[in-house]
């Protein structure tokens, strides 16, 4: 079994969810935990959603900020085998991720290959357009 799980504060997550499911209506079952949306602390939450996972099961989750509660609440979890917490999470990681899945377990080296994906899309829009209208000029 595959869990995909994306974690944030507040709704960031579940507008990820919404969002990947309207481009990917066929991708994998995603789980969102949207924490302090509940009266429940965020570490009962996330127990709450790994309490099945096996040794032989795999979560992929994705959080939205490195230093941020949600995220280090993960960290115990590193421990278990085929467990990737991946921080920053954006919607071209997500794709590159989701679409990139096979029945074989995740190599870290795909996800690094997609975290680095995921970073080139995050681009100031005003110089690159810029950038292009001197490309286009110069040819």
């Given at each position: 079994m595959r869990k995909i799980i994306f974690a944030s504060h507040l709704n960031f997550a579940k507008g990820l969810e919404e969002t990947v499911k309207f481009i990917m209506p066929?991708?994998?079952?995603?789980?969102?935990?949207?924490?302090?949306?509940?009266n429940i602390p965020v570490e009962e939450e996330i127990a709450a959603h790994l309490a099945d996972l096996?040794?032989?099961d795999e979560a992929i989750i994705f959080t939205d900020l490195l230093g941020g509660?949600?995220?280090?609440?993960?960290?115990?979890?590193?421990?278990?085998?085929?467990?990737?917490?991946?921080?920053?999470?954006?919607?071209?990681?997500?794709?590159?991720?989701?679409?990139?899945?096979?029945?074989?377990?995740?190599?870290?080296?795909?996800?690094?290959?997609?975290i680095q994906e995921g970073q080139?899309?995050?681009?100031?829009?005003?110089?690159?357009l810029a950038a292009q209208g001197l490309d286009d000029e110069d040819e």
């Open positions: 066929n991708s994998a079952e995603i789980v969102t935990i949207t924490a302090y949306t509940q096996t040794e032989e509660s949600v995220n280090q609440a993960f960290v115990p979890y590193l421990s278990k085998s085929h467990v990737h917490v991946i921080t920053g999470m954006n919607l071209p990681l997500i794709i590159t991720v989701l679409l990139g899945l096979g029945d074989e377990y995740v190599e870290p080296a795909f996800l690094e290959k997609a080139e899309q995050i681009i100031y829009v005003n110089s690159y």
